[in-house]
């Protein structure tokens, strides 16, 4: 193990550097897609729940590794012009899209928790539906909803390693890569699997210190 990670050990990080950097990305469009659809989902409107709806069932419902093969296969062909995606463009596309879904669900639930006093109370003191939301109810949502952000950036973390398929030079694609040329599958999964514990176990204290805090202030 002493010998792969000497020999193999910059690749590997490097590697890592890449999945996190997805996971960031991917995490990034996320938010804003999730604050759009569940914003969607409450206003009082039943096309906009519709199109919420809609849009976070056929999310959930299409598997990860399905959704990343249309994305980067099935996209480009049925565009055509010579239209291509990069393997990180396609996996920001795909973690966006799926992780976007799971948010919305998240952000409509903190909006949810939040008491509908808050609301109301706003717009009777004269603020406009949508400047009450943000300045009222978002804030006091916010405060439930970021311990569930974290883990969901967790999800996405270990759902990159799905994007291997699509050629991203993340952690498992690399690893495999290395399994390939030095035959020691045992040490680089073990490697693997430990830098992924290290990673995560940090996002998880991360997410609970967090959410001390918040409810400290509370």
Same mark, same amino acid.
């Given at each position: 193990? /002493?010998? $792969? ?7 590997? %990080?490097? *590697?890592?550097?890449?999945? +996190?950097? =997805? ?53 480009? /062909?049925? $565009? ?7 393997? %990180?463009? *396609?996996?920001?596309?795909? +973690?966006? =899209? ?55 950036? $967790? ?7 799905? %994007? ?55």
């Amino acid at each position: 193990m /002493v010998k $792969i990670i000497s020999v193999y050990g910059n690749l590997l %990080l490097t *590697a890592m550097g890449q999945t +996190l950097l =997805l996971a960031l990305c991917g995490l990034f469009f996320a938010c804003i897609l999730g604050l759009f659809f569940g914003l969607l989902s409450v206003v009082k409107s039943r096309i906009c729940n519709m199109i919420a709806t809609v849009f976070v069932d056929i999310i959930r419902g299409v598997p990860m590794i399905v959704l990343a093969f249309f994305v980067f296969f099935g996209l480009p /062909v049925a $565009i055509g012009a010579g239209f291509t995606l990069s393997p %990180l463009q *396609a996996g920001t596309i795909c +973690l966006a =899209l799926n992780c976007g879904a799971y948010m919305a669900e998240i952000i409509r639930g903190g909006i949810q928790s939040v008491d509908k006093g808050q609301m109301e109370a706003a717009r009777s003191l004269g603020l406009p539906y949508w400047r009450a939301m943000r300045r009222v109810v978002l804030p006091q949502a916010i405060r439930t909803m970021i311990p569930s952000i974290i883990n969901q950036f $967790i999800i996405t973390l270990k759902d990159t390693s799905i %994007l291997s398929v699509i050629g991203f030079p993340e952690l498992v694609n690399s690893a495999k890569n290395v399994v390939a040329i030095s035959y020691k599958a045992f040490e680089v999964w073990t490697i693997v699997a430990i830098m992924y514990l290290v990673v995560i176990t940090i996002l998880s204290k991360v997410a609970k210190r967090i959410e001390r805090r918040l409810n400290r202030g509370r």
